[in-house]
């Protein structure tokens, strides 16, 4: 759609896909009314993201489940850090949540970490973790970890990681988080790679 561009960091499939990308909506650009048939789910990075359930600031986190609909726009323009196809069938749970509105919670097996619990079930996993200034963090990935940088920065397997950037560490995986000097936030989805991925039926 005009004014709508798209970047995307993974893709499985031609024109149904289970794709992960960062949509950016232009001021006054907007979407025609369509169905998610396998399901959307998607966290508002900047701007307001707009449809007629409401007004999404910077820090909603939303998933719309398969089958459900909705007419996507922004007057202001916004960015959004979005997936899709990747949602059990059978899923008819809504979500909307502020998380300007939520307070994290220190892990109490992890120090220099806290976290805000967004999503959880059989299949995956999903938070906001904030990590400290020189912590070292362990990424377990028994069942797969995908993270976006948020804010602050950190070091793991060699690369630097700044806000914007997106990490997927396979099953079985481990890593360290090397955290910078001004800390990090990142979102976090773990153990949705227990099942291969494989392109929507469609």
């Not at 004014?3 to 794709?19: H, P, S």
């Not at 990075?45 to 996507?72: C, M, W």
Request: glycine residues 8%.
């Amino acid at each position: 759609m005009p004014g709508v561009d798209r970047r995307m960091l993974d893709r499985i499939g031609d024109e149904v896909a289970r794709a992960t990308s960062i949509v950016r909506y232009a001021p006054n650009s907007k979407f025609s009314s369509h169905v998610h048939t396998g399901g959307e789910e998607f966290l508002v990075l900047d701007g307001v993201f707009q449809d007629e359930h409401g007004d999404f600031p910077a820090g909603s986190y939303i998933r719309n489940p398969p089958q459900s609909s909705h007419t996507p726009g922004s007057e202001p323009g916004c960015t959004i850090f979005v997936k899709l196809w990747q949602f059990d069938l059978d899923d008819r749970t809504h979500v909307r949540i502020d998380t300007n509105k939520m307070r994290a919670i220190p892990d109490a097996d992890r120090a220099g970490v806290e976290v805000m619990p967004l999503f959880k079930d059989d299949r995956e996993d999903v938070v906001l973790e904030m990590w400290s200034s020189g912590s070292s963090v362990a990424l377990s990935a028994t069942h797969g970890l995908e993270l976006l940088v948020l804010e602050g920065s950190f070091e793991e397997g060699g690369e630097a990681f700044q806000p914007g950037s997106w990490l997927r560490l396979p099953v079985e995986a481990n890593s360290t988080a090397a955290v910078g000097a001004d800390g990090a936030k990142v979102w976090i989805k773990r153990d949705h790679l227990a099942e291969t991925p494989t392109a929507p039926k469609a």
